[in-house]
């Protein structure tokens, strides 16, 4: 997996947006095939990328907005809205639209390590390894595709600089990793001992917006009542399957995007 800050996902999102100008900056959409509104959304983007625009900072009213592209307010209204749905803005009654605070941002359609998106951003990866065990349990079986156990099961918490923002609840297949249960995950991460002895495939996943048990919640320091985004996983080698994973991240720190 891929891991940005929120503002790399954004850099993306305005690529090919090179002028200064309200209207032509869209190099790579004619600008009489691009709505108004459109254009004003990747506007604000290029500017946030850009860091003209700073997270938590007050970006200009609909007022400003509205004289500086000649459109009807409804239209820049519009554009705002849909930034703010995609949690891009902030809204506040009374105060202004904000650039929405940063949140650390993963890909799920790229499978990486998450020592080294962390890493990537030049902060620290620590885990905690809390179970690492043989388990018979039915639906770890059905969902590795074997008919008897025991397979192999671990749960982990990973952090950025100290901070939790994952807990990993893993299965894995002994016939492909017959030595799981001998690794140091403090050291190696599951997915890149895995990566390294047998590289995927084959790749399924969903992704689910679920409150975390009491169990979940205590280990990544969430407030009860806070939703976690759960990426369910599962990877093959071969014609086996290799892992069934589970990977819950506080809703608040943390959100999953991908490109197709």
Known sequence: MTMNMHTDALRERAAGDSANTAFDHAAAVPTRAMPAYEQI???????????DWKPGGLIPSEAELVKEFGVAR???????????????LTRVQGSGTFVAPQRYESTVL???????EIAARGHRHSARVLTLETSDDPQALDMLQLSSGPVFHSRIVH???GEPIQYEDRYANPAVFPEYLQQDFTVETPNHYMVRLAPIQRAEFRIYAQKPDAHVRRHLE???GEPCLLLWRRTFVGASVA????LWHPASRFHLAGNV
Do not use: H, P
């Open 222 to 224: 969430m407030e009860i």
């Open 243 to 246: 892992t069934s994973v589970q």
């Open 74 to 88: 409804m239209t820049v209204s519009r554009a705002l809205r849909e930034l703010t749905s995609e949690r891009v």
């Open 41 to 51: 959304k990747r506007y604000v983007l290029k500017r946030i990328a850009q860091g």
């Open 110 to 116: 790229e499978i990486r390590n998450i020592a080294d």
């Open 159 to 161: 952090s950025e600089e």
